[in-house]
């Protein structure tokens, strides 16, 4: 069973960029299937991120696509989260996620897809 911490969160000017990181430890890493989703104050949690076990398949939600960029680096343990030119509206808690996948090419997008779950790190962008 794998655990997961997300860490990079903060506070950035509307148009800045951060870099979230999120180590896992307790399963074998290149295992699993990832993904980045986000909540915002009163609203459901939403994706925003996958990438498959072999990071030769991501996939984006349309509201960021261009601007963020998800990558794993199996040697650590860890899935990133670049993301650029960052809006208001990107302000949110985010949270890594996995799943045990046997496909080294299968992407998920679905919150319910998701086993394992991060605490969440907060990014707020202000204008």
């Known amino acids: 069973q794998v655990q997961l911490v997300e860490s990079g969160g903060g506070l950035v000017q509307a148009g800045g960029s951060l870099r979230l990181s999120c180590g896992a430890s307790?399963?074998?890493?290149?295992?699993?299937?990832l993904g980045w989703f986000r909540q915002a104050p009163g609203k459901e949690r939403e994706f925003v991120a996958t990438?498959?076990?072999?990071?030769?398949?991501?996939y984006y939600a349309d509201s960021v696509k261009g601007r963020f960029t998800i990558s794993r680096d199996n040697a650590k343990n860890t899935v990133y989260l670049r993301m650029n030119s960052l809006k208001p509206e990107d302000t949110a808690v985010y949270y890594c996620?996995?799943?045990?996948?046997?496909?080294?090419?299968?992407?998920?997008?679905?919150?319910?897809?998701?086993?394992?779950w991060g605490q969440g790190t907060q990014v707020t962008v202000s204008s």
């Open positions: 990438i498959s076990r072999s990071a030769g398949y991501t």
């Open positions: 996620a996995a799943e045990l996948m046997t496909s080294w090419r299968t992407v998920r997008t679905r919150e319910y897809e998701y086993d394992y």
């Open positions: 307790g399963g074998t890493f290149s295992n699993y299937v």
